[in-house]
């Protein structure tokens, strides 16, 4: 189980980078179509796993 500093620590980059999309995407839109969203959800998958991935494997 995750204690709050560690949950805390993976999940709030997470909302910055939310925000910072969110500010960005009618432009990145604009100038490269609808695969700047497809794009920016894999990365965030990716990112989110890697960033999951030591504090899972250290609870098993």
């Known amino acids: 189980m ?3 500093f560690v949950a805390g620590s993976i999940f709030a980059p997470c909302g ?3 925000v910072r999309a969110s500010l ?3 432009q990145l839109v604009a100038r490269w179509g609808n695969k700047v969203i497809v794009a920016g959800a894999t990365l965030f ?3 989110l796993a890697s960033s999951l991935s030591p504090t899972l494997t250290r609870q098993l």
């Open 2 to 4: 995750l204690d709050l």
């Open 16 to 18: 910055v980078g939310f």
């Open 24 to 26: 960005a995407v009618p």
């Open 45 to 47: 998958a990716s990112r």
